[in-house]
Antibody, heavy 115, light 110 residues
Framework: QVHLVQSGAEVKKPGASVKVSCKAS????????IQWVRQAPGQGLEWIGW????????KFAQKFQGRVTMTSDTSISTAYVELSRLKSDDTAMYYC????????WGQGTLVNVSS | QSVLTQPPSVSAPPGQKVTISCSGS????????VSWYQQVPGTAPKLLIY???KRYSGIPDRFSGSKSGTSATLGITGLQTGDEADYYC???????????FGGGTKLTVL
């Protein structure tokens, strides 16, 4: 069975960076894109971008350009998203999800940006 | 403000039917497949419908999806209290080169 297991909650100060991992199991990791979606407290879903683990190609939402990095390590079937220059409004639950469609989701990683 | 417009809330009694609309434009719904997700508060979203009207594996046929022009609709029949959740539509937008989501609709089964 397919599982996406994310790293634990993070507390960061404004201006810092955070890196969240997403370990996949139960399927061929390189056969599906991994997308990242976040959800601020009480808000809706916001797409961050995707990575093709097979090629390393990435695509990001305009608002995150220059501040986000997505990588993957095929040897351990793990994808990563790193967000730099954190601001308080980056506080959110960050989800990885397999695509397409977005059929399997990780459990979420809460990132709290607070001074 | 979301690119896709959903009603903030809908409600209906158990056993009844409800529809949730998702309005977009020619650059998203009008040209790409729509998906629908269910999210119980405190949990990750769950895929219900993809490619406009295909039920994902294990999703009961009480859930259906349809699309016309630049609008999509999620229908739920035989409402159960367990259907109470937030529902989101999602679709690729080629003008934005981004996946976009509706603002979400809170379903109350009362």
């Amino acid at each position: 069975q397919v599982h996406l297991v994310q790293s634990g909650a993070e507390v960061k100060k404004p201006g810092a960076s955070v890196k969240v991992s997403c370990k996949a199991s139960g399927y061929t990791f390189t056969a599906y894109y991994i997308q990242w979606v976040r959800q601020a407290p009480g808000q809706g879903l916001e797409w961050i971008g995707w990575i093709n683990p097979n090629s390393g190609d990435t695509k990001f939402a305009q608002k995150f350009q220059g501040r986000v990095t997505m990588t993957s390590d095929t040897s351990i079937s793990t994808a990563y998203v790193e967000l730099s220059r954190l601001k308080s409004d980056d506080t959110a639950m960050y989800y990885c999800t397999r695509s397409s469609p977005l059929d399997y989701w990780g459990q979420g990683t809460l990132v709290n940006v607070s001074s | 403000q979301s690119v896709l417009t959903q009603p903030p809330s809908v409600s209906a009694p158990p056993g009844q039917k409800v529809t949730i609309s998702c309005s977009g434009s020619s650059s998203n719904i009008g040209d790409h497949y729509v998906s629908w997700y269910q999210q119980v508060p405190g949990t990750a979203p769950k895929l219900l419908i993809y490619d406009d009207n295909k039920r994902y594996s294990g999703i009961p046929d009480r859930f259906s999806g349809s699309k016309s022009g630049t609008s999509a609709t999620l229908g739920i029949t035989g409402l159960q209290t367990g259907d109470e959740a937030d529902y989101y539509c999602g679709v690729w937008d080629h003008s934005l080169s981004a996946e976009v989501f509706g603002g979400g609709t809170k379903l109350t089964v009362l």
